[in-house]
């Protein structure tokens, strides 16, 4: 538990000024006469100004894919691009028109949304190691206490009921055993590997497990969701855009695993994993 708080406190500090990719400034936005202004009478800018969205895209479709470790994604630098874009500015000669239609390009929203890209790199290499140590354990007995702290985040309050037919699939119901109960939260976990195991030569060797699947309400799995898969998910956007499977992909020791979060009916939510 003490793990999980010191996360919200981080995370709370970390992700709040985060500007989210629907709400970024394109320059198709802007009057459509302002807009063919630029493409007709400053083509040098016009080329600048899509290498700095296409730039701004690019980015947010490296932070979704993920690294392959603690190294940061490789950015586009965009500040680069938008300094160029300025003194070219300055080099041009504008007609009040130009001039009018330049006033409506958001600059300072192209260096937020890239500021906030760069923020989300760093944190996401600050956070790598934090969200393995909760998607990996490393033998068969951390399995339930793993499970009991992944549980506690859950909206409601759950009681572990049995490990069903396999040891490694945990359920949970939001009341104790021999009572009624009105929720089941259901988790599995996959063989990953096998750490220091020689068959040649008979060692058995120690067996690790990876987080790979869970089933609940919304409300009960969407926190481990934004907790440890994607802080950056929005839980409205979520919630309300149920023909949407949201994924993001993990590195986990050795392995890269894509997880989906996607409704399952009219009751349950399923956050699976998939080896890459």
Known sequence: MKKITLFTVLFLIAFSGFSQKENKFRLRSIDNTMYREIIS??????????????????????????????????????????????????????????????????????????????????????????????????????????????ASI???????????????????????????????????????GNIGGNKDLEIEGEEYYIFSEMIGTFLDVFPFWKSYIDPMANIDEVANNTNKINSKIIQVKDKRISYSLRKKDDKQWHLYGRLL
């Open 41 to 150: 009478n400053w083509s040098r800018g016009f080329y600048l100004i899509t290498k700095i969205e296409s730039g701004l895209d690019d980015n947010y479709s490296k932070l979704q894919y993920g690294a392959r470790d603690k190294n940061k994604v490789n950015l586009v630098e965009v500040d680069s691009i938008i300094r160029e874009l300025k003194a070219e500015k300055d080099l041009s000669r504008f007609t009040k028109n130009l001039e009018k239609a330049y006033s409506q390009i958001c600059l300072e929203c192209y260096q937020k949304e890239y500021k906030a890209q760069v923020d989300e790199n760093i944190k996401n290499m600050q956070y790598y190691d934090y969200r393995q140590d909760w998607l990996y354990c490393s033998n068969l007995q951390e399995l339930r206490s793993k499970s009991d702290s992944i």
């Open 154 to 192: 859950a909206k409601r309050k759950f009681y572990f009921i049995n490990t069903g037919s396999k040891k490694t699939v945990m359920i949970y119901r939001d009341a104790p055993k021999d009572s009624s109960f009105h929720f089941e939260l259901y988790m599995w976990f996959d063989l990953g």
